[in-house]
Nanobody, 124 residues
Framework: VQLQASGGGLVQDGGSLRLSCVAS????????VGWFRQAPGKERESVSA????????RSADSVKGRFTISKDNAKNTVFLQMNDLKPEDTAVYYC??????????????????WGQGTQVTVSS
């Protein structure tokens, strides 16, 4: 099942966006859902993750205090609220799911359900 990320766009330095991630016809129960991003010429990196059962979260140091991951159980949706965006946040943002142990959730190789992603562009 592919996940669908949406909500990207073009914003100015300091702006905000909220990304959404849904899995059509499937619940996230039992999974960890992660947000990753990939800029041109760079490796895919973990941004944030949330465990659906329990709500544990983690975020990369580069986005702490600016990005917040959350979920809506009723809508089976994971959100990434991104505030104070910087040009270095420019990338394609993807969401994916995993059942891997928490200590491994930053490694994209354990995830599946990658969709096409959503482009976030921050202008200076």
């Amino acid at each position: 099942v592919q996940l669908q990320a949406s909500g990207g766009g073009l914003v100015q330095d300091g702006g905000s966006l909220r990304l959404s991630c849904v899995a059509s016809g499937r619940t996230f129960a039992g999974y960890t859902v992660g947000w990753f991003r990939q800029a041109p010429g760079k490796e895919r990196e973990s941004v944030s993750a949330i465990r659906w059962n329990g709500g544990n979260t983690r975020s990369a140091d580069s986005v702490k205090g600016r990005f917040t991951i959350s979920k809506d159980n009723a809508k089976n949706t994971v959100f990434l609220q991104m505030n104070d965006l910087k040009p270095e946040d420019t990338a394609v943002y993807y969401c994916a799911k995993t059942r891997i142990v928490w200590s491994e959730i930053t490694n994209h190789k354990w995830y599946d359900g990658w969709g096409q992603g959503t482009q976030v562009t921050v202008s200076s």
